[in-house]
């Protein structure tokens, strides 16, 4: 499609030949002379020399070269969204697959697509629209919402509660057990029954291979908009709140709350019993061991201010020339004390 076209459809300022034909969008470094690419960091800025894009979304004009630009207030949105005017994802027709199974008393809302060899439990209860993909199985009592998309081998759990338009990526299961075990006097574990459940609100996106635990009692959440990467482990009784980021490979431990707009980089992780308040930013790798204060950024492990973090690891390096220092240091101190206490001319130079 032409170029002044993707600029009406995302309402953007067009500099340049608006003629240009645009047959996809890639990243900057990989676009070729028909496609339009997006410089959102400017760090990135350089990469612009070399690029062979056809155009390019950015936050103003560029200058270091001659190229069409579409000026957006938010280029990486715009790019996404000028990312589905090229491709959209297949979505399977409506219709029950004859090797799916589905329990006599659950309930599928009009539009559903379920794949085969797909398992819908005793008294569940789905909205519209769902996709369900091969090998998915829902367990007793779940009840879901409108738009819900499962892919392949994602398992929701019994009596949990999913709300409107949630995805769950492959292998995602919500309401597994959360890791309870009561000690006995002779050292062996006794399995504490999980009667909580997990709940999923609105607007939720849970990528492959994550875990939310269901509670031991009471209740796990997921709240509205949140965003959970690959890998991640969400324990017993936790609270997302609305709006957070995960990221690869985060970790909390059962009882740990995160506030809204909280974001936790990949492999970090919280320690339970804590809260992450609104706006919190915790880098990757940090291990939160206590309460958060809401707009403050901490890494490390135990994680503590992140500015001061960041000038404590470049001293890390330094430390076996800066501990030398100090023993030469102590070493002409000592000797200077001798000197004084036997009542000689200091050493010239100490």
């Not at 800025?45 to 690029?51: E, G, L, M, N």
């Not at 519209?128 to 367990?139: F, K, L, S």
Request: charged residues 20%; aromatic residues 6%.
């Amino acid at each position: 499609m032409k170029l002044r076209e993707i600029a009406d459809y995302l309402e953007c300022e067009l500099v340049g030949d608006g003629e240009i034909e645009i047959t996809g969008v890639a990243a900057i470094e990989q676009a070729g002379p028909t496609e339009l690419t997006f410089l959102a960091n400017p760090k990135y800025a350089p990469k612009v020399r070399d690029t062979r894009a056809a155009a390019i979304l950015a936050s103003e004009p560029v200058r270091v070269r001659p190229i069409a630009t579409l000026v957006s207030q938010n280029p990486y949105l715009d790019f996404a969204r000028a990312l589905e005017l090229f491709y959209r994802p297949p979505r399977p027709e409506p219709g029950i697959h004859p090797l799916a199974w589905i329990a006599p008393s659950a309930r599928i809302g009009e539009n559903a697509y379920v794949g085969p060899f797909a398992v819908i439990g005793e008294d569940v209860v789905i909205g519209r629209n769902a996709r369900i993909y091969p090998h998915v199985v829902i367990y007793q009592g779940a009840r879901i919402g409108d738009d819900f998309c499962a892919h392949s081998h994602a398992v929701v759990r019994e009596f949990c509660r999913i709300g409107d338009r949630v995805t769950l990526g492959n292998g995602v299961v919500v309401g597994g057990d959360g890791f309870g075990f009561a000690h006995r006097a002779d050292g062996t574990h006794y399995k504490i029954v999980q009667s909580g459940i997990t709940v999923i609100e609105d607007d939720v996106e849970i990528q492959s291979l994550c875990s939310i635990d269901r509670a031991t009692v009471g209740e796990t959440r997921v709240k509205r908009g949140a965003k959970i990467d690959s890998l991640v482990q969400v324990g017993h009784a936790c609270v997302v709140g609305e709006n957070a980021i995960l990221c690869a490979q985060v970790g909390l431990a059962g009882s740990t709350v995160l506030e809204r707009n909280v974001v936790m980089a990949g492999q970090a992780g919280a320690a339970g019993h804590l809260t992450i308040h609104e706006g919190a930013v915790v880098y990757a790798q940090a291990g939160v061991g206590g309460d958060v204060p809401a707009g403050v950024s901490v890494a490390g492990s135990p994680a503590f201010d992140a500015a001061v973090w960041r000038r404590a690891v470049t001293a890390f390096p330094r430390l076996p020339e800066l501990l030398r220092t100090m023993r030469e240091l102590r070493k002409k101190v000592e000797e200077l004390e001798k000197t004084v206490r036997g009542g000689a001319p200091p050493v010239e130079g100490t």
